[in-house]
């Protein structure tokens, strides 16, 4: 009996020596669970699954039904009692006669559900195939069998799997081969008449994970040296004499000739699985057995897997194919040269194949398994608590591997992964260290980027500063942003870089990268895509027709609740999403708003999303509003510098550096999102922004000429740790009446500027450090920056009272937009804003001076337009020689706004050389001594703290509106607590977002 004869469930081979139970404890892992169906009739379509294993022979299948069902007890060579388990299958058969060989059309199937490292659970489709491309109804039936597998399961992937011929001499019997490559080469009649034939196909988007494989080979694998032996070796060549008994196809053939490397008793101690990505396997209908050289260009040979790659290509699912060697390529001459004839190696395959064949179709199904258990992580990528590459290392490139693999709040990283808040996300990485991404589209907000591969769900890294280290102008928030945290569509379809050093690659040139040319865009994958990954389990569906009115996340608890209301209802329905810690998060597919709140009946509301590694997928960039907030104010200054004769050319990212202050994303910057007290936020200013002070070293090394410092909560944590290096003659106040707005007009004063100063000398050298600091409103609310008046809520009662002509004036068809005191916070400002196009706006202001020039006296001295103001400060510093255009020696190369002082080696350095080097020279500077920009920066960590004792994290705000919403006025402060840094009673304006 051979693998094209092996088709028959009810076949009977030689008895082979048993299967043993599987010690899956021996690994750390959970043998696979058998999912109850129920009662089925075989015209039932099949139920759905994540993937489809097919097999073929009754050796492989009753290898896979060990593996896969009945792991649990030793699988005696004559058992066939658990084939009556599985389930037959027919549906779209009716049409198609088979081989008077094999069972009936199209087989037999069972479901189970493995669980992979990360916790995700996998819904599995076995299925034993009783059509065969070999026998009818040929390639037409297997073909119409896949469709109708496929249509049923509607799986993301597909394997087929089971014995295999031998396409090189170094593969072993009981060896095991992947790949995702296929080629067919077929001779019948009946199937060349089928398109595709000499086709190849290749699976690019999916490659299957091998990271259990080593310890399945160490520990799990069937040793074939327990069975292979030189008495079984001569019991089978006596088998082949006795059957060539009566011809000489045998005379001067020895046992020796046969027995070569393949099926060496010696060799076969240790089976391995191996990895063969793009070498197609080669599929034929005619038993096909490699000699000497013959089919090297192959990984194997087997007879169905082309068609199945075919057909699972034509409808859009991934393909993978894991086949053992189970008749190794045989000698095609003697010891003396003879040619061994064909009918010999034949029968000697043969042999092998019905005597081995269930031990290693053993090894194929458990390594079938372990690329399914084995996908996702168990432990954090990268290991908390790493130090830096090299003690000597400048400290620009320091800060990369500290800050990736800081570890040090156990907020953000318990040592239990299963315990962390936040996540696990969906995540990316870049297929080579330096991608190739695609242009972004300025006509939308959201575009494709770049391709990359999905890696398995993971929790957002700590970030570094974005941009050129040496930019001139640098802005800095609290945190970043943790926005597949919020509900909705823009939650569901985000995701986060996860580098890792796969195939040759280096994750942490893959960081560096990023994070140097990283502007205003964060990353999604397309919203479509992310449905195909909500998990059947939890899943809410639709009863009716409706709209979500509402979806919830008032802390970071992972579980939440949703409002939908059914067309026709009085009331909505409150949906609870039992979430839990650690395990995957659940989504909504849906707004709160219009216009992507309203579904149908049956459509997916909520799940938990697991989005699998290893996928190839399209990543999108979306620009984000708090990263586009500052491209009007350089736009402004860009505009100064080319009417001074300098073609400029101004972008975020390259002549502006963003930062925060901590370096671990969350939602929202107050207690019920940072831990649950004022003491765990306490912790995390206190572990990041001073005893690690990534932000700080990092300000130490770039030296910005100018700091914008987004609103009065990073301030106050920026002064706390730093306050003893402001410089400003008259204080900044400490309870400004109109928070952030008079912080910004405050240092936007150009008679009283407020600077960050550090100068010292240390261990004999001089460092100087003189950054202009700005205050701004909070980026993330574009209403803060549209041009407006501002009043206390009661000198606008008095303004109401006493100027109720201009009043009436104000209306929006006249340019105005009036937004009353806020009854819940009495303490806020009002506001009357402008229009942010310039012509409306100034029709506006020209109505007020020309009807009302005493009302406009009034409330000019309180008018704001902060990109104008924020870009002011720019043109200011520019005209006073503080910032400046370099133009290089080359007159071919263009000009840029010159760097700050001092060296840099981010892009060109001993662990990583990003393409496009320093367009600044500056790694060709002298570095300062080793470890002497550390020693400035713990001087000022030292040194920078006031004497206060104000806490930042005991005063943050209630919890923020959503994304998208309105932001309130800012609070008003009693006007006699405005005196400069110093008081105890500081206090923080409600937080707003993250950053």
Known sequence: MTRLLDINPLTTTVQPAPLPAIDWAVIQQEAPKPMPLGNRRHNDPLPSADIVVITWTSAEWSALDHVFLNSQTVREGNDYTWKSAWFPYTRGAGDYVA????????????????????????????????????????????????????????????????????????????????????????????????????????????????????EVERSLLYRMDQIVTDSTLAEIFAA?????????????????????????????????????????????????????????????????????????????????FIRNISDPVVPVRTATEQTILDSVRSDWSGFIYNRYGLQTSFNGALATWATIAGEG??????????????????????????????????????????????????????????????????????????????????????????????????????????????????????????????????????????????????????????????????????????????????????????????????????????????????????DAAPPNNRFKAGDVLAGRISVPGGIRMEIQQQQQGYYMQFVPVLEQFQETLRKAGHDANLRIGEDVSQIDMVACASPHWNPGFLGGTPASVRQIVDNCVSQNAWAMKQIIQSRPAILYIVSQSSWKM?????????????????????????????????????????????????YDCVTRIIITPHFSYDDNFQPQFRMSPEDWLTFKQQQAACVVAMTEANGFQVVEPDPLHPSYYMCIRLSADAPQRATALALLQGQFPEDYKILQPNFYDPHAQMAGILDQMFTAGKLSWQQPADPKQPGYLARTSGSCQFCVNQHWQLPLGCAYGKNKETPPPVGFLEKVAAYVIANGKTSDGTSTGTQMGPIPPQLGATAAPMPLNPSEATAGPGSAQVAIPPGKDTE
């Open 99 to 214: 081989d008077p060989q094999s069972g009936a059309l199209w087989g037999l199937f069972q479901l189970v559900r493995i669980t992979d490292r990360s916790g995700r659970p996998w819904r599995v489709l076995l299925f034993k195939s009783n059509s065969h491309l070999a026998h009818a109804p040929w390639i037409e039936g297997l073909s119409k069998m896949m469709e109708c597998i496929l249509v049923d399961v509607k799986p993301d992937r597909v394997y087929s799997i089971g014995t295999a011929g031998g396409a090189r001499p170094t593969q072993r019997l009981g060896d095991s081969v992947i790949t995702s490559c296929a080629m067919l080469d077929v001779q019948r009649p009946t199937n060349t008449l089928g398109d595709g034939n000499g086709s190849l196909f290749r699976c690019q988007t999916w490659y299957p994970s091998v990271s259990l494989m080593k």
């Open 240 to 320: 082949l004499q006795a059957k060539h008994a009566d011809d000489s196809a045998l005379d001067g053939v020895a046992m020796s000739d046969l027995v070569n490397y393949p099926v060496q008793p010696s060799e076969l101690d240790a089976p391995r699985v191996l990895e063969m990505r793009d070498v197609p396997l080669l599929t034929t209908d005619y038993y096909y057995i490699a000699g000497a050289g013959g089919a090297e260009a192959h990984s194997f040979l087997e007879m169905d897997d082309a068609v199945i790659a075919r057909g699972a290509a034509n409808m859009g699912v991934r393909y993978a």
């Open 377 to 590: 992580e168990s432990i954090y990528n990268p290991p908390r608590f790493k130090g830096a590459f090299n003690a000597d290392d400048p400290i620009e490139v320091k800060l990369v591997s500290q800050v990736r693999s800081c570890g040090t709040c156990s907020f953000f990283w318990p040592v239990k992964k299963s315990q962390q808040i936040y996540g696990p996300y969906t995540a990316f990485d870049f297929q080579g260290n330096t991608p190739f991404a695609a242009p972004f589209n300025s006509t939308t907000n959201s575009a494709p980027w770049l391709l990359g591969r999905s890696r398995p769900p993971s929790f957002p890294e700590a970030e570094v500063i974005d941009g050129c280290r040496k930019a001139p102008i640098m802005t800095i928030g609290i945190n970043p942003n943790l926005t597949a945290f919020a509900p909705g569509q823009t939650g569901a379809a985000w995701c986060y870089p996860s580098f890792t050093s796969d195939n040759g690659t280096d994750a942490w040139a893959k960081y560096a990268w990023y994070y140097r040319y990283r502007s205003v865009y964060q990353e999604r994958i397309d919203l479509n895509f992310a449905r195909r990954f909500i998990l059947p389990e939890g899943r809410v569906l639709a009863t009716a027709d409706g709209v979500l009115n509402a979806a919830n996340r008032p802390d970071d608890s992972p579980a939440w609740t949703i409002a939908i209301r059914y067309d026709g209802d009085a009331a909505d329905t409150v949906i609870h999403l039992p979430g839990v810690i650690g395990d995957f998060p659940y989504v909504t597919l849906f």
């Open 718 to 766: 920026f002064y706390e740790a730093f306050g003893a290096f402001i410089r400003r003659r008259t204080p900044i106040s400490t309870m400004p009446v109109d928070a952030d707005f008079t912080l910004l007009h405050e240092t936007t004063d150009p008679n009283d500027p407020c600077t960050f100063e550090v100068h010292t000398t240390i261990d004999g050298q001089t």
